[in-house]
Protein backbone atom coordinates (compact mmCIF):
# COMPACT_ATOMS: atom_id res chain seq x y z
CA UNK A 1 0.00 0.00 0.00
CA UNK A 2 2.28 2.36 0.85
CA UNK A 3 4.49 1.43 -2.28
CA UNK A 4 1.14 2.70 -4.24
CA UNK A 5 1.28 5.71 -2.49
CA UNK A 6 4.67 6.13 -3.49
CA UNK A 7 4.09 5.36 -6.92
CA UNK A 8 0.96 8.04 -6.95
CA UNK A 9 2.87 10.51 -5.53
CA UNK A 10 5.91 10.08 -7.38
CA UNK A 11 4.03 10.22 -10.80
CA UNK A 12 2.16 13.10 -9.40
CA UNK A 13 5.30 14.58 -8.76
CA UNK A 14 6.66 14.03 -12.50
CA UNK A 15 3.26 15.60 -13.97
CA UNK A 16 3.64 18.75 -11.90
CA UNK A 17 7.94 18.87 -12.57
CA UNK A 18 7.07 18.61 -16.64
CA UNK A 19 4.20 21.22 -16.51
CA UNK A 20 6.54 23.76 -14.63
CA UNK A 21 9.40 22.31 -17.31
CA UNK A 22 6.70 23.26 -20.28
CA UNK A 23 5.39 26.35 -18.43
CA UNK A 24 9.26 28.04 -18.66
CA UNK A 25 9.88 26.43 -22.44
CA UNK A 26 6.63 28.42 -23.15
CA UNK A 27 7.06 31.97 -21.38
CA UNK A 28 10.86 32.03 -23.40
CA UNK A 29 9.66 31.48 -26.48
CA UNK A 30 6.54 34.15 -25.44
CA UNK A 31 9.42 36.30 -24.87
CA UNK A 32 10.97 35.39 -28.00
CA UNK A 33 7.84 36.36 -29.80
CA UNK A 34 7.25 39.71 -28.40
CA UNK A 35 11.05 40.51 -28.88
CA UNK A 36 11.08 39.90 -32.38
CA UNK A 37 7.68 41.40 -33.09
CA UNK A 38 8.97 44.98 -31.35
CA UNK A 39 11.87 44.40 -33.54
CA UNK A 40 10.25 43.71 -36.62
CA UNK A 41 11.61 46.35 -38.94
CA UNK A 42 15.02 45.95 -37.70
CA UNK A 43 14.98 42.06 -38.48
CA UNK A 44 13.14 42.36 -41.95
CA UNK A 45 14.73 45.68 -43.05
CA UNK A 46 16.71 44.08 -46.01
CA UNK A 47 13.38 43.72 -47.34
CA UNK A 48 12.45 46.87 -48.09
CA UNK A 49 15.65 47.92 -49.78
CA UNK A 50 14.69 48.84 -53.40
CA UNK A 51 14.82 46.16 -55.89
CA UNK A 52 17.54 46.96 -58.57
CA UNK A 53 16.92 47.51 -62.03
CA UNK A 54 17.50 44.31 -63.95
CA UNK A 55 19.92 44.06 -66.40
CA UNK A 56 19.54 43.81 -70.04
CA UNK A 57 20.73 40.25 -71.18
CA UNK A 58 19.00 40.21 -74.79
CA UNK A 59 20.77 41.73 -77.71
CA UNK A 60 17.46 42.99 -78.86
CA UNK A 61 17.26 47.18 -79.26
CA UNK A 62 14.73 49.38 -77.59
CA UNK A 63 12.48 51.04 -80.28
CA UNK A 64 12.90 54.64 -81.03
CA UNK A 65 11.65 57.57 -83.27
CA UNK A 66 13.53 55.41 -86.46
CA UNK A 67 11.33 52.43 -85.37
CA UNK A 68 7.73 53.45 -84.77
CA UNK A 69 5.55 55.64 -85.58
CA UNK A 70 1.69 56.21 -83.24
CA UNK A 71 -1.66 56.32 -84.51
CA UNK A 72 -4.91 57.71 -82.65
CA UNK A 73 -8.30 57.89 -83.80
CA UNK A 74 -11.38 57.90 -81.51
CA UNK A 75 -14.71 57.04 -82.52
CA UNK A 76 -16.48 59.85 -82.27
CA UNK A 77 -16.00 63.76 -82.71
CA UNK A 78 -18.10 64.66 -79.73
CA UNK A 79 -19.09 63.50 -75.80
CA UNK A 80 -21.23 64.64 -73.11
CA UNK A 81 -20.10 66.60 -70.21
CA UNK A 82 -18.91 63.41 -67.66
CA UNK A 83 -19.28 60.70 -70.63
CA UNK A 84 -16.82 58.95 -72.14
CA UNK A 85 -14.54 59.30 -74.96
CA UNK A 86 -13.08 55.65 -76.36
CA UNK A 87 -9.84 55.93 -78.30
CA UNK A 88 -7.73 53.31 -80.33
CA UNK A 89 -3.97 53.63 -79.93
CA UNK A 90 -1.55 51.68 -82.63
CA UNK A 91 1.63 51.62 -82.54
CA UNK A 92 3.33 50.33 -86.13
CA UNK A 93 7.22 49.19 -86.70
CA UNK A 94 8.58 50.69 -89.58
CA UNK A 95 11.77 50.09 -89.02
CA UNK A 96 14.26 46.71 -90.51
CA UNK A 97 14.93 45.44 -87.46
CA UNK A 98 13.34 44.18 -84.71
CA UNK A 99 13.06 45.98 -81.36
CA UNK A 100 11.69 45.98 -78.23
CA UNK A 101 8.74 48.39 -76.96
CA UNK A 102 6.68 49.03 -73.75
CA UNK A 103 2.87 49.02 -74.75
CA UNK A 104 1.50 49.70 -71.56
CA UNK A 105 -0.79 52.64 -70.41
CA UNK A 106 2.04 54.23 -68.43
CA UNK A 107 4.92 53.72 -71.55
CA UNK A 108 2.25 54.92 -74.38
CA UNK A 109 0.69 57.90 -73.34
CA UNK A 110 -2.88 59.44 -73.90
CA UNK A 111 -2.52 63.30 -73.17
CA UNK A 112 -5.55 65.33 -73.58
CA UNK A 113 -5.40 69.58 -73.79
CA UNK A 114 -7.29 72.41 -73.97
CA UNK A 115 -5.22 75.34 -75.51
CA UNK A 116 -2.04 75.11 -73.30
CA UNK A 117 -3.34 73.35 -70.68
CA UNK A 118 -2.78 69.63 -69.84
CA UNK A 119 -6.14 68.38 -68.89
CA UNK A 120 -5.62 64.35 -68.75
CA UNK A 121 -2.80 61.63 -68.65
CA UNK A 122 -2.72 58.13 -68.67
CA UNK A 123 0.51 57.81 -66.91
CA UNK A 124 -0.43 59.08 -63.60
CA UNK A 125 -1.37 55.80 -62.22
CA UNK A 126 1.24 52.76 -62.87
CA UNK A 127 0.39 50.00 -65.46
CA UNK A 128 2.43 46.74 -66.01
CA UNK A 129 4.16 46.63 -68.51
CA UNK A 130 3.87 45.21 -71.63
CA UNK A 131 6.93 44.38 -73.68
CA UNK A 132 6.64 44.09 -76.80
CA UNK A 133 8.71 42.08 -79.77
CA UNK A 134 8.11 44.54 -82.99
CA UNK A 135 9.29 43.37 -86.40
CA UNK A 136 8.63 45.64 -89.73
CA UNK A 137 5.61 45.43 -90.37
CA UNK A 138 3.78 45.23 -87.42
CA UNK A 139 0.85 46.69 -85.50
CA UNK A 140 -0.21 46.73 -82.00
CA UNK A 141 -3.76 48.05 -81.07
CA UNK A 142 -5.33 48.64 -78.10
CA UNK A 143 -8.35 50.79 -76.80
CA UNK A 144 -8.33 53.97 -74.46
CA UNK A 145 -10.78 55.15 -72.45
CA UNK A 146 -10.97 58.98 -71.42
CA UNK A 147 -14.00 59.23 -68.99
CA UNK A 148 -13.51 62.97 -69.12
CA UNK A 149 -12.10 63.47 -65.44
CA UNK A 150 -8.88 66.14 -65.43
CA UNK A 151 -5.81 64.38 -63.37
CA UNK A 152 -3.00 66.45 -65.00
CA UNK A 153 -2.32 68.24 -61.81
CA UNK A 154 -2.28 64.95 -59.62
CA UNK A 155 0.60 63.73 -58.37
CA UNK A 156 0.13 60.67 -57.16
CA UNK A 157 -2.58 57.98 -58.76
CA UNK A 158 -6.14 58.45 -56.76
CA UNK A 159 -9.29 56.92 -57.03
CA UNK A 160 -11.00 58.40 -60.54
CA UNK A 161 -14.32 59.31 -58.84
CA UNK A 162 -12.51 61.97 -57.13
CA UNK A 163 -11.22 63.56 -59.92
CA UNK A 164 -13.06 66.50 -61.41
CA UNK A 165 -14.98 66.71 -64.49
CA UNK A 166 -14.26 68.60 -67.51
CA UNK A 167 -16.42 71.47 -68.78
CA UNK A 168 -18.17 71.62 -72.21
CA UNK A 169 -15.11 72.89 -74.86
CA UNK A 170 -12.86 71.84 -77.53
CA UNK A 171 -10.17 69.30 -76.47
CA UNK A 172 -7.61 67.67 -78.18
CA UNK A 173 -5.84 63.84 -77.77
CA UNK A 174 -2.26 62.78 -78.71
CA UNK A 175 -0.30 59.58 -78.10
CA UNK A 176 3.43 59.70 -77.30
CA UNK A 177 6.24 57.73 -75.99
CA UNK A 178 7.13 58.03 -72.50
CA UNK A 179 10.96 56.87 -72.99
CA UNK A 180 10.96 58.62 -76.08
CA UNK A 181 8.49 61.70 -76.32
CA UNK A 182 9.69 62.49 -80.04
CA UNK A 183 7.36 59.73 -80.92
CA UNK A 184 4.18 61.34 -81.48
CA UNK A 185 0.61 60.88 -82.82
CA UNK A 186 -1.12 63.13 -85.11
CA UNK A 187 -3.67 65.22 -82.91
CA UNK A 188 -7.42 64.39 -82.35
CA UNK A 189 -9.72 67.61 -81.88
CA UNK A 190 -13.30 66.43 -80.46
CA UNK A 191 -15.48 68.03 -78.43
CA UNK A 192 -16.89 67.89 -74.89
CA UNK A 193 -21.15 68.92 -74.95
Not at 2 to 22: C, D, K, M, P, T
Not at 85 to 90: H, K, R
Not at 186 to 192: C, D, G, L, M, N
Request: aromatic share 6%; hydrophobic share 35%.
Amino acid sequence: MYRRRRIVVGVILLLILALIGFCIYSLGRGVSAINTAIHHDEVYAISRESVPTPKKTSSVKDCSTKNLSLQLSSKSQSMPVGGTMEFTATLVHEGTGSCLVDGSDSSRILTITSGNETIYRSDVCPADSRLLLMAKGDKDSQQMKWNGNANATLTECTDQSDWPTVNAGTYVAQLSLKDDPKVKSEKVVFTVQ
